[in-house]
């Protein structure tokens, strides 16, 4: 790398003979020099060289002189202002100066505080999608079993029996659907599936109550035909069947399959 002081002092001393411009590369400056030296002239230029040489900044110095180390003296300094630009710490909170705003929290506890869908009412929304209108009913039914106060479960009960043209079913779930939040009244008159329920005098009679079920209807019971049919009624006969199934598994001639598939046929019949 080439020396501004150097680059001076040659000017200086030997400028006459142009060993500066050769040092620093200009050979044919240097040559130049050479063929006027007797001229004197050379001798001039060369000393205003050296007083500009000794006095000049480095950087531009480097920057005329040493193309290829300024180059990566620049390259160096873009590389660590990139660094400190972007590997900034993360800020300090100081909880005692800021008691009323707290850090933010990381994006996991985002995650872990919002609620997540049952496997039931996962299950019941793609079947809702899928027009199965049935089986969407059957598992929002569960899904409320793991937790009764889910609004939007229960409004789209009210729009899957309001398609199946139960009015009471859906009118309670509706209700329900209120009570646990839901308060989208433009969704509840724009829905194409609970266009069945806003037909009936029922409806307008709970629209008019302030979205409320009218006491004469029992609001806080739910309609048989919205309870699950998990229970069945025996009769006597069908139960002594069983017990006698149940005996013959307790001593060991029934398997534990060959007793349910038996007892499925009696249920069945």
């Not at 080439?2 to 620093?24: D, P």
């Not at 029922?202 to 019971?221: H, M, Q, V």
């Not at 006698?244 to 007793?259: N, P, Q, T, V, Y």
Request: charged share 25%.
């Amino acid at each position: 790398m080439k020396s501004k002081t150097t680059a001076g002092i040659f000017a200086l001393v030997f400028g006459g003979l142009g060993v500066h411009r050769f040092y620093l590369g200009q050979k044919g400056l240097g040559i130049l020099y050479l063929l006027f030296v007797w001229t004197f002239i050379p001798t001039i230029i060369a000393m205003i060289d050296g007083i500009v040489f000794l006095t000049q900044d480095e950087d531009k110095f480097n920057r005329k002189y040493n193309t290829e180390y300024w180059a990566m003296q620049q390259q160096q300094q873009q590389q660590q202002h990139h660094y400190h630009h972007y590997r900034q710490p993360p800020p300090q909170y100081n909880y005692a100066d800021t008691p009323n705003n707290p850090p933010p929290r990381p994006a996991y506890a985002e995650e872990a505080a919002t609620p997540k869908k049952d496997p039931f009412q996962i299950s019941a929304d793609r079947k809702y999608a899928d027009y199965d209108f049935t089986g969407a009913i059957q598992d929002y039914r569960r899904s409320l079993n793991v937790d009764p106060r889910q609004a939007d479960v229960h409004f789209k009960l009210a729009c899957l029996y309001s398609i199946h043209e139960d009015t009471d079913t859906s009118l309670y779930h509706l209700s329900q659907a209120l009570e646990h939040g839901y308060f989208d009244f433009d969704e509840m008159e724009k829905h194409d599936h609970l266009a069945y329920l806003r037909s009936t005098p029922e409806f307008l009679a709970f629209k008019s109550n302030g979205y409320r079920i009218p006491a004469s209807t029992p609001e806080s019971a739910e309609p048989e035909s919205a309870q699950p049919a998990d229970t069945l009624e025996l009769s006597d006969d069908l139960i002594t069947r069983i017990e006698r199934l149940a005996k013959l598994k307790e001593d060991g001639i029934l398997s534990e399959d060959a007793f349910k598939r038996e007892k499925a046929k009696i249920l069945r019949s």
